[in-house]
């Protein structure tokens, strides 16, 4: 590539970080150890991953972006990155509300010791940036719902995401564990997945995004389908995979187009 084509590239990667960390960015940069220690990687990290990847926003927005890479680094427990990045999401328009509902998502899809390490790193982002306000407890109606209104509200969910009324038919969960399909249906979709704090469609981008940088290609399967179902495009789907494979890896990525190639033959 020539050299004045790089400088462009690099100069676009510059403007884009600038859009996402805001004056964040030269503090950032003046303690990177990839701008101390290995030039290159710098510059490669601008020019590639800013300038070519994150610059996509007609593909996928800045802020969605952010969201994914934000799920990435909780998915594999990089705090020191992922304080960066909530910073980022905090610039970008996330509220400190929505950044707690992504990290209760993912402690059932990442795990508690993931959320709960994420949730020690956001609180030294909120307390740097001035939000110490205690967040209210999400409630919903007046009453603690009982276990099978909860139940019933989780199969409702369920059916939402991939479109498809409930058969009736045992899945395996339900079969080898019904105790877990019944927390699975109460909690991780009649409790978790409804509350309005963060919407349904940006809780499809978080678990694709966990599924792929875990290598979830089961699961993956099925949310990618509930993804589409809920109004992301296969283009997007596709960006998703793209802005993980800097932060999860590429084999991870590269296996993830092979589901999404078999997700996308089966839908019209």
Same mark, same amino acid.
């Given at each position: 590539?020539?050299?004045?084509?790089?400088?462009?590239?690099?100069?676009?990667?510059?403007?884009?970080? &600038?859009?996402? %960390?805001?004056?964040?960015?030269?503090?950032?940069? @003046?303690?990177?150890?990839?701008?101390?220690?290995?030039?290159?990687?710098? *510059?490669? @990290?601008?020019?590639v991953m800013f300038g070519r990847v994150w610059g996509r926003?007609?593909?996928?927005?800045?802020?969605?972006? @952010?969201?994914?890479?934000?799920?990435?680094q909780i998915a594999l427990g990089k705090t020191d990155e992922? &304080?960066?990045?909530?910073?980022?999401?905090?610039?970008?328009?996330? =509220?400190?509300?929505?950044?707690?509902?992504?990290?209760?998502?993912?402690?059932?899809?990442?795990?508690?010791?993931?959320?709960?390490?994420?949730?020690?790193?956001?609180?030294?982002? %909120?307390?740097?940036?001035?939000? =110490?306000?205690?967040?209210?407890?999400?409630?919903?109606?007046? #009453?603690?719902?009982?276990?099978?209104?909860?139940? *019933? &509200?989780?199969?409702?969910?369920?059916?939402?995401?991939?479109?498809?009324? @409930?058969?009736?038919?045992?899945?395996?969960?339900?079969?080898?564990?019904?105790?877990?399909?019944?927390?699975?249906?109460?909690?991780? %979709?009649? *409790?978790?997945?409804?509350?309005?704090?963060?919407?349904?469609?940006? #809780?499809?981008?978080?678990?694709?995004?966990?599924?792929?940088?875990?290598?979830?290609?089961?699961?993956?399967?099925?949310?990618?389908?509930?993804?589409?179902?809920?109004?992301?495009?296969?283009?997007?789907?596709?960006?998703?995979?793209?802005?993980?494979?800097?932060?999860?890896?590429?084999?991870?990525?590269?296996?993830?187009?092979?589901?999404?190639?078999?997700? %996308?033959? *089966?839908?019209?």
């Amino acid at each position: 590539m020539p050299v004045n084509q790089r400088a462009k590239g690099f100069q676009k990667g510059v403007d884009v970080r &600038r859009k996402i %960390f805001g004056a964040e960015m030269e503090k950032a940069a @003046s303690v990177s150890p990839s701008a101390q220690m290995f030039p290159e990687m710098w *510059q490669l @990290s601008n020019e590639v991953m800013f300038g070519r990847v994150w610059g996509r926003s007609r593909e996928l927005s800045l802020k969605n972006r @952010s969201l994914i890479v934000v799920t990435t680094q909780i998915a594999l427990g990089k705090t020191d990155e992922l &304080r960066s990045h909530l910073l980022g999401a905090l610039h970008l328009g996330w =509220t400190k509300e929505q950044v707690l509902e992504v990290i209760l998502h993912m402690a059932y899809y990442a795990g508690w010791p993931a959320a709960v390490g994420a949730l020690r790193a956001s609180k030294t982002v %909120f307390d740097e940036k001035g939000l =110490t306000q205690p967040v209210k407890p999400y409630v919903k109606g007046k #009453r603690k719902r009982a276990a099978d209104v909860l139940y *019933q &509200r989780g199969i409702a969910m369920r059916e939402r995401l991939s479109g498809v009324p @409930s058969s009736g038919n045992k899945s395996t969960i339900e079969e080898v564990h019904p105790d877990m399909w019944r927390l699975t249906m109460e909690v991780v %979709f009649g *409790q978790v997945w409804p509350r309005r704090r963060l919407p349904v469609k940006s #809780r499809c981008l978080v678990t694709v995004s966990c599924l792929v940088t875990l290598g979830r290609w089961d699961e993956l399967r099925i949310h990618m389908r509930n993804a589409l179902n809920v109004g992301w495009t296969k283009q997007q789907v596709r960006e998703v995979i793209l802005q993980c494979a800097f932060y999860a890896g590429w084999p991870a990525a590269r296996h993830s187009l092979t589901v999404a190639k078999e997700v %996308f033959a *089966q839908v019209l």
